[in-house]
């Protein structure tokens, strides 16, 4: 069971990956036949809600896959980072744009996890 969390942990960072560094919307181009469309799962508010639901997204199944092994810290400082330098590569890819509220939901989704997880721990 370890086995298939680490891994479907590594097939989403992957696909999460490819998402962000696609030079236009990959969802958009299938779900709409329009790469320059984003599909919009809920409004924003401060923050992109999509890229907040990513993070949170891999940030637990990075938890689950790795939870009680000593690569658990590595793991939520590469979360962090790839957090900030996913968003940072859109300065530089082609028909995508470097925004604020999107570096604060990738980040906000970590920070949401990480806590939920030391709270967890704390108490249980």
Not at 24 to 47: H, M, R
Not at 61 to 67: E, P, S, T, V
Not at 97 to 124: H, P, Q, W
């Amino acid at each position: 069971m370890k086995k298939i969390s680490i891994l479907g942990f590594h097939a989403i960072n992957l696909i999460l990956i490819i998402l962000y560094l696609y030079p236009g919307s990959l969802l958009g181009f299938f779900l709409y036949n329009d790469s320059s469309a984003q599909p919009q799962i809920t409004k924003d508010f401060l923050i992109s809600s999509n890229h907040f639901y990513s993070f949170i997204i891999l940030s637990i199944a990075g938890i689950i896959a790795y939870n009680k092994s000593n690569k658990i810290y590595f793991l939520i400082k590469y979360l962090f980072l790839l957090s900030i330098f996913l968003e940072f590569f859109h300065i530089i890819i082609p028909n995508r744009n470097f925004e604020l509220s999107d570096l604060f939901g990738n980040f906000l989704g970590v920070v949401f996890v990480t806590i939920i997880y030391k709270i967890k721990n704390k108490y249980a």
